[in-house]
């Protein structure tokens, strides 16, 4: 199975495609769709959806995973967050791929072992799983890979079968 993990943003949306085969990875492609601060969000989030297109062509995932949008206290940074993601599941789906959604709790759990991990444990993980020479950057591309991984993890279980993930 080829998984697409995307970690959502407007200035920043992190990416890795990985292959898994029987909860064995390969890293394909990672990397990171970056937008300039000061355009407007229509010419951002048009970015955004056309570089998923690109990706999503270029690696021919049958499976998208993408972390559930986490409020915070800053709800104007949640609606972009918001506006961006709206255009990243359209991509996918357009593009026939199935999409799960994971909270960032359940990522930290399928990575490290432990819901409420530092992102350095994350990133410590996701770089030792693939066998990276270095640690991704930036952070939301090792979110990416760490999404994909979870995803991995569901995919391979025998449950997975019965319940979509």
């Known amino acids: 199975m080829v998984i697409l993990g995307i970690d959502p943003g407007l ?3 992190g ?5 898994c085969v029987q909860g064995r990875f390969r890293v394909m492609g990672y990397g990171s769709i970056q937008t300039k601060a000061g355009l407007p969000v229509e010419e951002r989030i048009k970015q955004i959806y056309e570089s998923m297109n690109i990706i999503i062509d270029k690696y021919k995932p049958e499976v998208m995973a993408i972390e559930e949008l986490f409020w915070n206290t800053n709800q104007k940074t ?3 967050v918001a506006e961006a993601r709206g255009v990243i599941l359209l991509a996918a789906h357009m593009k026939g791929l199935t999409i799960n959604e994971y909270t ?3 990522v930290k ?3 490290v072992g432990y819901g ?3 992102k350095k444990q994350v990133i410590t993980m996701v770089t030792s799983i693939l066998k990276l020479p270095k640690p991704p950057k930036p952070d939301d591309t090792a979110d990416a890979l760490a999404i994909a991984i979870c995803q991995g ?5 025998p449950l997975s079968k019965y319940y979509k993930m």
Do not use: D, N, T
Request: charged content about 10%; glycine content about 12%.
């Open 109 to 111: 759990q399928a990575v």
């Open 153 to 157: 993890h569901a995919g391979a279980s």
């Open 104 to 106: 960032p709790l359940q």
């Open 11 to 13: 200035a920043i949306v």
């Open 15 to 19: 990416w890795g495609v990985l292959e």
């Open 78 to 80: 949640g609606i972009s």
């Open 116 to 118: 409420r991990a530092e």
